[in-house]
Nanobody, 124 residues
Framework: QVQLKESGGRSVKPGDSLRLSCLVS????????MGWFRQAPGKKRTFVAA????????YYEETLKGRFGIGRDNGRNTAYLQLNRLKPEDTAVYYC?????????????????WGQGTLVTVAS
């Protein structure tokens, strides 16, 4: 069965950059679209970004577009989320997901599997 393991979360200062990784095991990552969600303290889990299986299409939560970047390396079975110009309000647990793209969907990815999350804390 497929398993997702996030890494890269840590405490950083406002304005810093960070790259999160998601290692997929148990099945080829190329079988899935990949995505990221986040859950801030006391808030609901929300969509961040998604990428199709062949990197042909990417999708972002509108307010994060241009500051966050999603990527994948199917040969390494790893998906990435680049976080730039971080703000305190980006503090959250970030979850990797595997699924399939739903064009026009909200969120634009139907979810098959979740990782356990990695914590990003942005504070001065």
């Amino acid at each position: 069965q497929v398993q997702l393991k996030e890494s890269g979360g840590r405490s950083v200062k406002p304005g810093d950059s960070l790259r999160l990784s998601c290692l997929v095991s148990g099945r080829a990552m190329s079988d899935y679209a990949m995505g990221w969600f986040r859950q801030a303290p006391g808030k609901k889990r929300t969509f961040v970004a998604a990428i199709s299986w062949n990197e042909g299409s990417t999708y972002y939560e509108e307010t994060l577009k241009g500051r966050f970047g999603i990527g994948r390396d199917n040969g390494r079975n790893t998906a990435y989320l680049q976080l730039n110009r971080l703000k305190p309000e980006d503090t959250a647990v970030y979850y990797c997901v595997a699924g399939r793209i739903i064009e026009g969907g909200n969120p634009p990815i139907a979810l098959d599997k979740w990782g356990q999350g990695t914590l990003v804390t942005v504070a001065s």
